[in-house]
């Protein structure tokens, strides 16, 4: 246990050592102000080039098979709410105007959406007609997403990998630490770094995702109905100390303490 806990104060050194403080985002009325630390050797570019070329893969597996949507009503209905949260993303970082942002529709049962580095949204079909969303918890949903992107929280993930694994190489040459010992370390490592912040991930993209949806003129209410939806949905899940996801009370209740934050952004948006 002692080399274990060895191993994570090396991986938290070689962590801040190889990385800089970056500010992705501003902080908006819910105030993110979290710092972030990024491996300089691992750019935004690069990231936003790695995965776009992941996200024309998955586009193209579903062309294949003849369920990507690009022309259906639902498909507009979504790109026409994407395209008023984008709008609203160079609130929280200006060079986002730039990116080469993309919208597409999958057809499939999964309860899903994602927004991956550089802006590419894809939206499940199943995520809108199982849970039969309205509007404005699309947007809660793709504002959640969009804001995981804001704040590279991808990226900043990778920067942690990079950091655990080359503490865990050199470490392990110099504890002398086996294979079980590794794993155990591993464990270790993995509980008191990447989980605890992977929480904190969530809970900033559900903030600025909330911004993002009041700004663009839909009812930030709505986020407390979509995870009330999703929570049903996901019955037996892991609890909330198990999981990268906060659990549905606990997201329910920094929601609501929040929309108060973002309400006038809304009200202002109606106008």
Same mark, same amino acid.
């Given at each position: 246990?002692?080399?274990?806990?060895?191993?994570?104060? =090396?991986?938290?050194?070689?962590?801040?050592?190889?990385?800089?403080?970056?500010?992705?985002?501003?902080?908006?009325?819910?105030?993110?102000?979290?710092?972030?630390?990024?491996?300089?050797?691992?750019?935004? #570019?690069?990231?936003?080039?790695?995965?776009?070329?992941?996200?024309?893969?998955? @586009?193209?597996?579903?062309?294949?098979?003849?369920?990507?949507?690009?022309?259906?009503?639902?498909?507009?209905?979504?790109?026409?709410?994407?395209?008023?949260? $984008?709008?609203?993303?160079?609130?929280?970082?200006? #060079?986002?105007?730039?990116?080469?942002?993309?919208?597409?529709?999958?057809?499939?049962?999964?309860?899903?959406?994602?927004?991956?580095?550089?802006?590419?949204?894809?939206?499940?079909?199943?995520?809108? #007609?199982?849970?039969?969303?309205?509007?404005?918890? $699309?947007?809660?949903?793709?504002? &959640?997403?969009?804001? &995981?992107?804001?704040?590279? &929280?991808?990226?900043?993930?990778?920067?942690?990998?990079?950091?655990?694994?080359?503490?865990?190489?050199?470490?392990?040459? @110099?504890?002398? @630490?086996?294979?079980?010992?590794?794993?155990?370390?591993?464990?270790?490592?993995?509980?008191?770094?990447? @989980?605890?912040?992977?929480?904190?991930?969530?809970?900033?993209?559900? =903030?600025?995702?909330?911004?993002?949806?009041?700004?663009?003129?839909?009812?930030?209410?709505?986020? $407390?109905?979509?995870?009330?939806?999703?929570?049903?949905?996901?019955?037996?899940?892991?609890?909330?100390?198990?999981?990268? &996801?906060?659990?549905?009370?606990?997201?329910?209740?920094?929601?609501?303490?929040?929309?108060?934050?973002?309400?006038?952004?809304?009200?202002?948006?109606?106008?």
């Amino acid at each position: 246990m002692r080399k274990s806990f060895v191993l994570s104060l =090396l991986a938290a050194g070689v962590l801040l050592s190889g990385c800089q403080a970056v500010n992705t985002t501003s902080g908006g009325a819910v105030g993110v102000e979290r710092k972030q630390y990024m491996f300089s050797m691992l750019s935004t #570019d690069e990231v936003n080039n790695m995965y776009a070329q992941s996200y024309q893969q998955t @586009l193209s597996e579903a062309s294949s098979k003849g369920v990507l949507d690009k022309s259906s009503a639902e498909a507009r209905r979504v790109q026409a709410i994407a395209d008023r949260l $984008i709008a609203q993303a160079p609130q929280f970082r200006p #060079d986002s105007a730039q990116w080469k942002w993309e919208v597409n529709v999958i057809k499939s049962d999964e309860l899903n959406a994602n927004c991956g580095p550089g802006g590419k949204i894809i939206v499940y079909t199943g995520l809108i #007609d199982q849970l039969k969303l309205t509007d404005a918890e $699309i947007a809660a949903v793709m504002g &959640h997403e969009i804001a &995981h992107a804001l704040r590279e &929280h991808g990226r900043e993930a990778m920067s942690k990998a990079y950091g655990i694994e080359m503490a865990r190489s050199g470490a392990g040459a @110099l504890l002398g @630490l086996g294979q079980d010992s590794m794993a155990l370390a591993d464990t270790v490592v993995n509980y008191s770094m990447t @989980l605890p912040n992977s929480r904190a991930n969530e809970n900033e993209a559900d =903030l600025i995702g909330l911004e993002l949806s009041a700004r663009a003129g839909y009812d930030p209410n709505a986020a $407390i109905t979509l995870w009330n939806k999703m929570s049903k949905a996901s019955e037996g899940a892991p609890p909330e100390f198990m999981s990268t &996801h906060p659990a549905s009370s606990s997201r329910i209740a920094s929601l609501q303490a929040a929309i108060p934050k973002v309400m006038p952004l809304y009200q202002a948006a109606k106008k």
